[in-house]
């Protein structure tokens, strides 16, 4: 039978190069789902749910309502739940509001994710769900910038890199805006680099879009701008009408951002509100920062013990053989990437020690917001693979499994103050008794402790000692027993949890009952041995 329209054959290298980037792709998304919703919801996922349901001004209210109250206030956990849930009668105008007044962090995420809860729900899996697509964008774009900078080949370990990489796997797994941010960046990238070569009209107006949307997502966006217009402003010198497109790309981004701009300025925005970044003084701490994070960026073993510690050790040893022969391939051969990839890693970095040292601040400390100069490694490290490949697939091969090992197992580690395993424990020892929950009263505490409880285990925010002392009186008489919670910081034990809050014996006629401590919280119990409640009224 004769066949009138025969089926075009796909061309043998195009059939490979597509049979690696579906495999790639399936080990990237294989990645992002393990253990997807297996982990508690942490401190600042809450701060995602309280914000994107519109119920941040009624958050900050209430907590700061109950610490100027002068005798203390028994509240159901369930009381501050339906402050965490979707909300049909909010809308974006109250997600906007709700930034503007309790906030310091532009709106573009939150808004996504008030649609985002409307559609799927408000559960963690459905919340983090967001984030594993943008990764899975993230490998794709990877591919395109590679590509766009380098070969196919290249383009294939670039796409591989940002499938495994245990930080880009982090961070498409958690509730917050950093896998977006990376999106945004690399079509930022690539269409800066479409402009570089093509000189197209079209490709300056979507560089000034995401730039915008870069500016919208997260004010440190500024750090990769930064760097996108120091990369093309020297590498383009002398190019009338390159450099005049790219200006005025430039400007219309900030003309785009300039509504959210005004408003908070009108507003007043004090960068030190975020009081956790400051008060970090020692210049070494700080450049060991930037090694510890860029090692990161390869290789992640948070859990201690030998094996963890040999492992990173032998990847770190692999990636710094690889990058060395990589170096010298790349200085030789591709001197303008070097460059392109460079502006966008240094320039983030260089921005934020300056910002540690001039302010005593913690910037580099923050894993998270390593996630701008990861933009510009990308690139780099796909190249880095692609050569080591082809000069050493033994030790190329080892670093990839090592990654990969690295990817599944940061998938069981918490970000930070995590209360679901602390919860459980205080709802079993609670069962049969009349029990207590002090909690220090923090907006980032008070929800996310709420969200676990049971509705029997009452909860009582506290503020400082006196009220602690109050506390205590009203739970002599009404609960059988006390759970003093603790949340701890990684940046500093002292943020979300006062030093009144560790008293370990809180007097008659409580006595200390067992103590755990889990993710990053601790709680202890103290049992009423005396044995004279009355039911709560």
Known sequence: MKILWPRPKMPVEKMRIFLALLFIFAVGLALRFNNLSGRSLWTDEFFTLFQSSGHGVDIVKLVDDLSKRDSPV????????????????????????????????????FWIMHIWMRVFGDSAFALRFFSVLMGIFVILLAYRIGER???????????????????????????????????????????????ERDNKDQDAFWFAVFTSLGFYTHYFYAFVALGHFIYFSIANRGQGTKISKFCLAILGSLLLFSPWFILVAVKGYNFRNTEWIFGYLGIFNKIGDIFRGMVRYVLIFDDPG?????????????????????????????????????????????????LDIAEHAALLRQERFWVFSFLG?????????????????????????????????????????????????????????????????????????????????????????????????????????????????????????????????IGAPFRPGEEANMDDISAREFINYAHNHRKIP
């Open 74 to 109: 028994l509240s159901k956990p369930g009381d501050f739940r339906l402050l965490l849930k979707n909300d049909p009668a909010r809308h974006i105008q109250d997600v906007t509001a709700s930034l503007l007044e309790t906030d310091t962090h532009p709106p573009l995420y």
């Open 149 to 195: 900078l380098f070969d196919q080949r290249t383009a294939i370990f670039c796409a591989l890199f940002a499938a495994i990489s245990p930080f880009s796997v982090r961070y498409s797994q958690e509730a917050r805006s950093y896998s977006l941010i990376m999106v945004i960046g690399l079509l930022s990238s690539l269409y800066l680099l479409r402009l």
């Open 306 to 354: 030998l094996f963890p510690a040999l492992s990173f050790l032998a990847g770190l040893a692999f990636f710094v053989y690889i990058a060395f022969y990589g170096a010298r391939g790349i200085f030789a051969k591709y001197r303008r990437q070097l460059w392109f990839c460079l502006s966008i890693f240094i320039l983030p970095l260089a921005s934020m020690l300056f």
């Open 377 to 505: 490694f990308i690139p780099l490290a796909g190249y880095f693979l692609s050569l080591g490949f082809s000069r050493n697939k033994t030790v190329t091969s080892m670093l990839i499994l090592l990654m990969l090992a690295s990817s599944f197992l940061v998938s069981s580690v918490q970000f930070g103050p995590a209360p679901e395993k602390i919860c459980r424990w205080i709802n079993k020892r609670s069962q049969g008794k009349s029990s207590v929950v002090f909690a220090c009263n923090v907006r980032g505490v008070l929800p996310a402790q709420s969200y676990y409880l049971e509705d029997d285990v009452y909860l009582l925010p506290v503020s400082d000692a006196g009220q602690l002392t109050d506390s205590v009186k009203l739970a002599a008489v009404l609960f059988d027993r006390i759970f003093i919670v603790r949340h701890y910081h990684r940046a500093d034990n002292a943020l979300m949890n006062g030093f009144f809050m560790e008293a370990r014996d």
